[in-house]
Nanobody, 121 residues
Framework: VQLQASGGGLVQAGGSLNLSCIAS????????MGWYRQAPGKQRELVAD???????NYADSVKGRFTISRDNAKNTVYLQMNSLKSEDTAVYYC????????????????WGQGTQVTVSS
């Protein structure tokens, strides 16, 4: 299973970006999908995730500014980022957990390649 993220870029503070991540390959099922980020010199942190049923979870730092959504039919998760701040600058990684057709008994964790988001002040 592969996760392909897109949508990062350079934006001014106060601006918006929309990230997308598509899961493909030998997918049997996907549970939660989400986004993490890692800024230089910092640990990777959860930004937001969403369950297969639509329950959402956000980091306190992005509540009210970011919105996560997903299209289960397309195995795609989105992150709409508004009112961006310089501290949102990081590499954003897509994540999903589920099971693949190689062995449906084993739960898996999958990561995308990361997409750079840079917010200029």
């Amino acid at each position: 299973v592969q996760l392909q993220a897109s949508g990062g870029g350079l934006v001014q503070a106060g601006g918006s970006l929309n990230l997308s991540c598509i899961a493909s390959g030998s997918i049997f099922s996907i549970n939660a999908m989400g986004w993490y980020r890692q800024a230089p010199g910092k640990q990777r942190e959860l930004v937001a995730d969403i369950s297969s049923g639509g329950s959402r979870n956000y980091a306190d730092s992005v509540k009210g500014r970011f919105t996560i959504s997903r299209d289960n039919a397309k195995n795609t998760v989105y992150l709409q980022m508004n009112s961006l701040k310089s501290e949102d600058t990081a590499v954003y990684y897509c994540h999903a957990d589920g099971r693949d057709l190689l062995n449906i008994r084993i739960p898996r964790n999958w990561w995308g390649q990361g997409t750079q988001v840079t917010v200029s002040s």
